[in-house]
């Protein structure tokens, strides 16, 4: 429902525009995450939502919000992630946080 409603395009929109505001990043890039992620048995086209996040200009969008919030561990790996697997072949923004606890 969320992508037939354009919401992909939505979320890189707020990622451009409010890309240091860390909670909006996070909860964006969390639920763009969620939606290309393959998922045996979904009935979601995981390769049809990668082409309009691509079109939305998602690369712009969380490359922009990762240098914006360099310490924040869960943008960077779900961004880049994100990033990987939508065929990123640019600079990757550098994490400057501490590093994840693993638990």
């Known amino acids: 429902e ?3 409603l354009g919401g992909i395009h939505k979320i890189s929109k707020v ?18 995450f969620d939606l ?4 045996p048995g979904s009935p979601s086209d995981v390769s049809k939502i990668r082409t ?3 079109n939305a200009g998602i690369h712009e969008s969380v490359t922009k919000a990762m240098a914006n919030n360099n310490s924040s561990a869960e943008i960077f790996m ?3 992630q994100i990033l990987l ?3 990123y ?3 990757m923004p550098q994490y400057d946080g501490p590093a994840p606890k693993l638990s």
Do not use: F
């Open 2 to 4: 969320l992508v037939r």
């Open 52 to 54: 309009i996040a691509l």
């Open 85 to 87: 697997g939508t065929g």
């Open 78 to 80: 779900m961004g880049q």
């Open 15 to 32: 990622l451009k525009q409010m890309s240091s505001e860390k909670e909006v990043c996070r909860h964006a890039i969390a639920i763009l």
């Open 89 to 91: 072949s640019g600079q």
């Open 36 to 39: 290309m992620r393959e998922v």
